[in-house]
């Protein structure tokens, strides 16, 4: 089994900065890839941003060029950096371990970016 702890989130300006952490444990061998997700109130699930075993990064549109998804293996965590964060931004996001045995998820941290 997989348990992820997301932490990092909170409130930023528009235009600061703010680093989400994906902390991985339990049988992390079997974690084929991560991505960071975001739910904000009335809308779907979207996928922000992931990262594969040998680094290769994806972004969706509305994030790239301020967000950067990268990985500490030592420490078996994910980090979203988010530079020049925007109102629309402001959502839960989580961690979404792929794993030889299914998807987990973790509980998701709260990021609100206003003025």
């Known amino acids: 089994q997989v348990h992820l702890v997301e932490s990092g989130g909170g409130a930023v300006q528009p235009g600061g900065s703010l680093r989400l952490s994906c902390a991985a444990s339990?049988?992390?061998?079997?974690?084929?890839?991560i991505g960071w997700y975001r739910q904000a109130p009335g809308r779907e699930r979207e996928l922000v941003a992931t990262?594969?075993?040998?680094?290769?990064?994806n972004y969706t549109d509305s994030v790239k060029g301020r967000f950067t998804i990268s990985r500490d293996n030592a420490k078996n965590t994910v980090y979203l950096q988010m530079n020049s964060p925007k109102p629309e931004d402001t959502a839960v996001y989580l961690c979404?371990?792929?794993?030889?045995?299914?998807?987990?998820w973790g509980q998701g941290t709260q990021v609100t970016v206003s003025s």
């Open positions: 990262i594969a075993r040998d680094d290769t990064a």
């Open positions: 339990g049988t992390t061998f079997g974690i084929i890839a």
């Open positions: 979404k371990a792929e794993t030889f045995w299914g998807a987990k």
